[in-house]
């Protein structure tokens, strides 16, 4: 199983910026398009304000753009133990139609064997606990599946401060969805329509997918000063031999690969862990962070990240801390939107 390379020495505070609070997007624009880009060239520290629209400017024919293919399931649910007390659950993997594996929250923590009631007259049973998730067996009938579409909500990050709406159902995923796992969206690809999708392949720029199911975790803070004794979460990931040999056909042909987002980052890097991409399916817990050699990526599609998080210590790993963190001060000051529902940037890979 891929481990994180050691790196040289970093605090979390080393990734702290300031952002007022009014600056969180809490909802999406109303075209996906729409928002705003900041650019930022790796090697030189040189910002741009641009617009998403104008992405396919940014690429050539020949260039790769490699996109996170996951769909966020409807993983919130819920209920009530038998005594009474509120729960809520949050599925974070699905094992097979009856198991799976999730964090619940209560005034007390469920007992196994306990029963959750759910709404819409569902519930399902504690089956036990691996470290700090719980494992729950739904009922033979319906399976997860079939209670998640009922009754499920999506699951939208913490920093929204409102419930889910029927719109998130689809603006809380990417267009190009197709393999449901994910309890968190992978935000990049949020900004992408079809007519965005179009103009680039028009531009001569070919597409390619992996898979990374994007765990909570993403949103957890680095809870540690060092960041050595940081360790990651575990997600799973999968890199197709098609999307192997169009990477090297780019590479061969002089054109950039381009990721859609931390998550296609960290596929990537994972497949290629052993010196060489190859293909790849499994579980990673890739933490990058500044010192990282990158193998596979030279330009990325990101949206902003939250203050000492691991999206944030990836992104600087890429262009540089001071770059980054110039950029972000540079964003908060132009009223940049942040976040999930927020904008993005485009960056170009430091050597």
């Known amino acids: 199983m891929p481990i994180t390379p050691k790196l040289c020495p970093m605090l979390k505070s080393d990734f702290h910026y300031d952002l007022p609070e009014r600056l969180i997007a809490q909802t999406p624009l109303p075209e996906r398009a729409a928002s705003r880009l900041l650019c930022l060239d790796g090697p030189s520290g040189r910002l741009e304000d641009r617009h998403f629209a104008a992405l396919p400017d940014l690429l050539a024919a020949g260039d790769l753009l490699v ?43 469920p007992k196994p064997g306990g029963a959750i009631h759910l709404e819409g007259g569902y519930a399902c049973r504690v089956r036990g606990r691996r470290e700090d998730l719980f494992e729950l067996e739904f009922p033979e009938g319906p ?33 190009f969805s197709r393999t449901p796992g994910a309890v968190a969206a992978p935000t990049a690809g949020l900004h992408f329509d079809a007519g965005t999708l179009e103009r680039l392949a028009a531009r001569g720029v070919e597409s390619a997918f992996v898979t990374l199911h994007v765990g909570s975790g993403t949103f957890q803070p680095l809870r540690v000063d060092d960041l050595d004794r940081h360790r990651m979460h575990f997600e799973f990931c999968e890199v197709s031999p098609a999307t192997v040999d169009k990477i090297r056909a780019a590479r061969a042909g002089g054109g950039r690969v381009v990721a859609v987002g931390t998550t296609v980052v960290r596929t990537l890097e994972t497949a290629a862990l052993g010196g060489e991409l190859a293909p790849y399916r499994g579980e990673t817990d890739l933490f990058i962070r500044p010192g990282f050699h990158f193998r596979c990526v030279d330009a990325l599609v990101t949206n902003f990240h939250l203050p000492e998080s691991t999206l944030l210590t990836l992104v600087c790993a890429f262009a540089g801390r001071a770059e980054v963190l110039a950029a972000y001060r540079h964003a908060v000051a132009e009223e940049y939107r942040f976040f999930s529902y927020g904008d993005a940037m485009f960056v170009t890979r430091r050597p």
């Open 143 to 175: 399976g997860i599946e079939a209670v998640l579409a009922a009754v499920g909500h999506m699951p939208l990050p913490p920093y929204i401060a409102r419930a889910d709406r029927d719109e998130d159902r689809e603006r809380y995923q990417t267009v």
């Open 67 to 109: 996109l996170n293919d996951t769909r966020v399931i409807p993983a919130r649910l819920f209920g009530h133990k038998a005594s009474g007390g509120r729960v809520e659950v949050l599925i974070e993997r699905v094992l097979d139609v009856r198991l799976a594996l999730a964090h619940v929250r209560a005034s007390k923590a």
